[in-house]
């Protein structure tokens, strides 16, 4: 099993360009999320989903977008990048949103910068 | 979800046991706490969770205060590789909400 593939690993971008980051998972997950992590700081909750076509806002949800057309897939769209989401992006996935099923699986990680 | 307090760093000597706390005094009956740890340049990953009772894992333990207002997790023997910062969380579900976590240094 390859767990949770993140792409790409480093983009650079100009204000105002949107991109999308692809996160990919293996394991038959049905929870996943996109967490933003600045540097020194902890990781913020960015959107999450409990299953195919259900997406929900985390923390910081404003400047993005989610869907979840399929389990294996969760993409996390920019849609007019700003120099505030200069960030390291990670994706996560586990097997439920019960806190009893335990491990939540990182990616590792795509780092993104805006000029 | 119940917010945490842990320390911003601590020191270990290597091959010594490491107990990192965290309070969590606000935390619910159905709250799981839950141990991550993030090593330089990397994705955080799983360490130990747990409800009520004390938990071991291969990686370390994980001791629940009885009122589980506070919470240890316990290294039994550090190493260098255990240089990291760790997330003490606690939640009822898995959208689980980072702190600012304690950054462990380990000394040779």
């Known amino acids: 099993n390859a767990g949770v593939t993140q792409t790409p690993k480093f983009q650079v971008l100009k204000t105002g360009q949107s991109m999308t980051l692809q996160c990919a998972q293996d394991m038959n997950h049905e929870y996943m999320s996109w967490y933003r992590q600045d540097p020194g700081m902890g990781l913020r909750l960015i959107h999450y989903?409990?299953?195919?076509?259900?997406?929900d806002q985390g923390e910081v949800p404003n400047g993005y977008n989610v869907s979840r057309s399929t389990t294996e897939d969760f993409p996390l769209r920019l849609l007019s990048a700003a120099p505030s989401q200069t960030s390291v992006y990670f994706c996560a996935s586990s097997l439920g949103l019960a806190a009893h099923t335990g491990e939540l699986f990182f990616g590792e990680g795509s780092r993104l910068t805006v000029l | 979800d119940a917010k945490t307090t842990q320390p911003n760093s601590m020191e270990s000597n290597e091959e010594e046991p490491v107990h990192l706390p965290c309070n969590h005094s606000?935390?619910?009956?159905?709250?799981?706490i839950h141990w991550y740890r993030q090593l330089p340049s990397q994705g955080p990953e799983y360490v130990i969770h747990g409800l009520t009772s004390n938990v071991n894992n291969r990686m370390a333990s994980l001791a629940i205060a009885e009122d589980r207002k506070s919470s240890t997790l316990i290294l039994h023997r550090a190493t260098l590789r255990d240089a990291a910062v760790y997330y003490c969380i606690s939640a009822n579900t898995g959208k689980l909400i980072f702190g600012q976590g304690t950054t462990l240094q380990v000394k040779p």
């Open positions: 989903s409990v299953g195919a076509g259900i997406t």
């Open positions: 606000t935390i619910s009956g159905t709250d799981y």
